[in-house]
């Protein structure tokens, strides 16, 4: 017996506020979404992390003194400084002796931060780490962009990420790639150094035929770019996370992708070998909510009894980086849900 990493509850929470998808828009029902939720105006990233938080701790009597880490993922942070771990930790109650940093990922965010965790409990430094994931796009995105709001929601999710005792490692058989080759095929070209918000114009591109439009302080994503690098990329991931656990596909108890579109993802699971393989593939009604799309897809699945006791299931995110990220999940030492 040893001490592992395990995750041992997880939580979600999308804002009040829905916003139906044009159904003549065929961009929506292409991907299959037809309502992604969105943060209300005075609803900064922040918030978002605290909700999902709070909802961890009502749903399985967890105490905020149980945190010794904080590791919060966010992209759309609430200032460029102070940390916006920071001011969760605060505002939480999480006691001054955490850890607490922010990452910047996306798509493929919930692997690295589990293996973050992971290397926090299994060398001794934490026991209890609170993974926080937190997104407010839909303000970055241009209302007239039928392209890519259509895609996009608000949401933030919470892991607890603990030391069990267990004969074998419970997180396990991590892959990562990295290409910033590509770092362009989706972006903010402006606000950051590199293009100062004090030194750089807003300049708008030409609307297309449908009238489709954003600024260079808006996200922009090349669509085909994305589709291209997730095709090529996630299926040797798949085959090297199960070469590194020892494990097949008929092992595996589940697969959850992160949840970019149900198009794309019913052709992933064909061309990784999947389809006989419990597949979670359900975005309908929140959308991509980018480095929050594994944890809550796990959290419904726990909610609806179907992850409990499960004990490979496989986990890969991909997207802007361009990045990706994979690895194999044992569910056996879930915490039980409040009644």
């Not at 209300?40 to 990233?45: I, Q």
């Not at 918030?47 to 905020?64: G, K, M, R």
């Not at 605060?90 to 990452?103: E, H, R, V």
């Amino acid at each position: 017996m040893g001490t592992y990493a395990a995750i041992r509850a997880v939580a979600s929470y999308l804002p009040e506020a829905i916003e139906q998808n044009d159904p003549a828009n065929p961009i929506g029902k292409k991907v299959g979404i037809a309502e992604r939720h969105v943060a209300a105006d005075d609803e900064a990233a922040s918030d978002v992390a605290i909700c999902a938080a709070e909802a961890l701790f009502a749903a399985y009597h967890i105490q905020p003194t149980d945190i010794d880490f904080v590791l919060l993922c966010v992209q759309t942070p609430d200032y460029f400084m102070p940390t916006t771990a920071c001011i969760v930790q605060d505002k939480l109650g999480i006691p001054q002796s955490a850890g607490a940093f922010d990452f910047s990922l996306a798509c493929s965010a919930y692997p690295y931060g589990l293996a973050m965790a992971k290397g926090f409990i299994e060398t001794g430094m934490a026991k209890n780490v609170l993974f926080l994931t937190t997104s407010v796009y839909e303000r970055y995105i241009n209302p007239q962009d039928g392209i890519i709001r259509p895609l996009f929601g608000d949401g933030g999710t919470a892991t607890l990420i603990s030391a069990v005792e267990s004969d074998h490692p419970l997180l396990d058989g991590f892959v990562f790639g990295t290409d910033g080759s590509r770092y362009d095929t989706m972006i903010i070209p402006a606000g950051g150094s590199r293009q100062m918000p004090h030194a750089t114009p807003i300049v708008y591109d030409e609307p297309d035929a449908r009238g489709n439009t954003r600024s260079n302080y808006q996200i922009y994503m090349n669509g085909k770019g994305m589709t291209s690098f997730t095709m090529h990329t996630v299926p040797p991931l798949v085959d090297e996370v199960l070469e590194r656990t020892g494990l097949t596909r008929q092992d595996l108890d589940g697969v959850v992708f992160h949840q970019a579109n149900h198009f794309m993802l019913e052709k992933l699971r064909t061309r990784c070998g999947l389809d006989d393989v419990p597949f979670y593939n359900e975005i309908t009604h929140v959308g991509n909510i980018l480095g929050g799309s594994i944890p809550y897809a796990l959290a419904t699945l726990t909610e609806e009894g179907r992850l409990q006791d499960r004990h490979h299931v496989l986990l890969a995110g991909f997207g802007v980086g361009l990045s990706w990220g994979g690895c194999v999940a044992d569910f056996g030492a879930m915490m039980a849900q409040k009644e």
